[in-house]
């Protein structure tokens, strides 16, 4: 089974750990400032809002608030109104949602009393007081992931050891490294890399590591053009791409602070120390006339652009279809819709992407303002406007690029209205059938979707230190949910064409030349050794079209509605450009 061998290929990768990174990233002076453990100016802001806990502690005991609780034995929802600590009065009610009204409608009763002035200011310090502590979670959380990253790299160095790392599937095919692998943050990137080192050819290796250096930076070169004129373009480049980042990663300059705040105002900061590395490796191999023995052991990137566009464009195969695979060829969609938009310019491409993937699928505005928020709570400081907006603010940030969405890429929603029709149709003939669809993926992995409803639990634990707090759960019911059914087949369908293309670029054998000898996928995207990374693209172009020899869709209308497959020719278009870069 190829999703099979995939699996078995890149479980036998191996992997090592790269010491100067390492040594670089525990040196405090970098990693308090490359991942600090608050937000700056926190304990000001701390001690002005604290400043008034007197104010906001009388006031507690004026304004009132609610608790609902749910009975489990007679499953009635009780609400219970205070001022302070002191009870006021209580009811009642069959239904959640009427408790919320009657208790919200009580509150408002008993605060029209308090002057206006007190109120504002109440609202005013709560906000801030949230704003700030949510913030300084997101910080907090993502410094301890960061020292758990650490400690699992120093016990791997320690132990000198290249390292294997276990693979596992989702129900969609896709591929997944455990938390601390290549898959994961900046520092898990820069400091993780291939045990077997690959040459650095003199035709192709230096633009190579100049292409995966644009990437690193983020800028939007036209990399492919540059991939193919080797090494001279590369080392001519070097200087407007690094900016003098490879004579900061000298070992007498690397722990300066004035060489620590360079690289800090760099949204990926330890893959471009990594990447600085390279080039300075380089740089002594060409001097000493050795660059021709010079390994490297750097995963160089390969993304592919608009992968969902592109598969959806691809699906369709009508006019709107193609015309959306065009502009993925010729233009940076994200870029487009973020020229369009009132987001900062610095971060608007980022921010937009963020919200155009989901979207595109078939998401809502909720899923994309979770998606937006989700990103905000893992990678918190990187994109310093996301982190000025409260949550209206998120709100209508997603409000406003879903708007411009939805009147340029008409595929997109042409695809999303086929199949969520389609598994209605499904769910229509089924009636009260609780059977999810599946479908076999090109790679021979079958999908299996089925989404259940469910109920909320809810209960009070203590936090461990001065109060209860109330928690919910999940619990599945035995129904299928068919409204997520329906809005979760458009991604799924495309996360499976995207799940085969890595099984195919990793499974694929010697004899079509398309063989990869180390690959890790990350999704859409791919890293793979510098002496492979200048046919890579071709490559990965070339398995990406041969996807589409049978049409993806058609099997999922046959297999998702048991009914046999069409049995049309296949149709491969050989590549005459690349999209991935």
């Known amino acids: 089974t190829v999703w099979l061998r995939a699996v078995h290929k890149l479980e036998s990768i191996t992997f090592r750990i790269n010491t100067e990174v390492l040594e670089w990233a525990e040196d405090e002076k970098v990693n308090l400032k490359l991942v600090p453990p608050e937000p700056e100016d926190y304990q000001e802001d701390r001690a002005a809002l604290d400043q008034h806990k ?51 409608n009580k509150k408002n009763q008993l605060n029209a009393e308090i002057p206006e002035p007190e109120m504002e200011f109440w609202r ?95 800028l939007n070169l036209e990399t492919e053009q540059l991939m193919w004129k080797g090494r001279d373009k590369g080392l001519e480049l070097l200087d407007d791409l690094m900016g003098g980042y490879t004579k900061l990663a000298e070992k007498y300059a690397r722990f300066s602070a004035s060489v620590i705040n360079k690289f800090c105002k760099a949204k990926k900061p330890f893959s471009l120390f990594r990447t600085a590395l390279e080039w300075q490796s380089l740089g002594l191999a060409i001097e000493a006339k050795r660059e021709k023995k010079l390994l490297s052991h750097l995963p160089i990137s390969a993304d592919h652009r608009n992968s969902a566009f592109q598969h959806i464009g691809m699906m369709q195969d009508d006019e709107a279809g193609n015309d959306l695979v065009e502009r993925c060829r010729t233009e ?72 411009l969405l939805n009147t340029e890429f008409q595929a997109c929603q042409d695809y999303q209205n086929r199949i969520t029709s389609h598994v209605q149709n499904i769910r229509d003939r089924r009636q009260n059938s609780d059977e999810g669809i599946y479908w076999l993926s090109f790679s021979g992995f079958w999908v299996y979707q089925q989404v259940f409803g469910a109920t909320t639990n809810e209960g009070y634990v203590w936090n461990g230190e001065d109060k209860l707090i109330q928690l919910g759960a999940f619990i599945p019911t035995r129904r299928l949910n068919w409204r997520k059914m329906k809005s979760k087949a458009p991604p799924n369908l495309v996360h499976s064409v995207d799940a085969s293309v890595v099984h195919l670029s990793l499974a694929i054998d010697e004899a079509n030349g398309l063989k990869f000898d180390q690959l890790i996928p990350i999704h859409d995207s791919f890293s793979v050794p510098c002496n492979e990374a200048h046919d890579a693209l071709m490559k990965l172009q070339f398995i990406t079209n041969m996807m589409y020899a049978y049409s993806p869709l058609g099997d999922f209308l046959s297999d998702s509605s048991g009914t046999p497959r069409s049995t049309v020719e296949p149709r491969v278009n050989f590549p005459k450009e690349t999209t991935y870069s």
């Open 332 to 403: 940076d969609l994200y870029q487009f819709i973020a020229g369009r938009s009132d987001l900062p310019p610095k971060d608007a491409r980022e921010l937009v992407k963020m919200i155009m993937v989901p979207w595109s699928y078939g998401g809502t505005e909720y899923s994309c303002r979770e998606k937006v928020l989700e990103y905000r709570l893992i990678n918190a400081g990187e994109i310093k406007y996301l982190e000025t907006l409260d949550y209206q603010g998120v709100y209508n940030l997603v409000q406003d690029v879903y708007r």
């Open 54 to 104: 007197k104010k906001i502690d009388r006031l507690k005991e004026k304004i009132a608030v609610s608790k609902i609780k749910k009975n489990k034995r007679s499953g009635r929802h009780k609400a219970t109104i205070y001022r302070g600590s002191k009870y006021v009065v209580s009811r009642t009610h069959t239904s959640k949602r009427s408790a919320e009204q009657w208790a919200n």
């Open 124 to 218: 005013d310090w709560w906000q801030k007081h949230y704003v700030l502590e949510s913030k300084f979670v997101r910080y907090d959380s993502r410094r301890k992931q960061f020292e758990r990253y650490l400690g699992d790299a120093r016990k791997l160095a320690d132990d000198g050891r290249p390292f294997y790392q276990r693979v596992s599937m989702d129900y969609r095919g896709r591929m997944y490294l455990p938390d601390f692998s290549y898959q994961g943050s900046d520092f898990c990137r820069a400091v993780i890399e291939f045990a077997d080192g690959s040459p650095m050819t003199q035709v192709t290796g230096v633009a190579s590591l100049a292409r995966h250096t644009a990437n690193v930076l983020g």
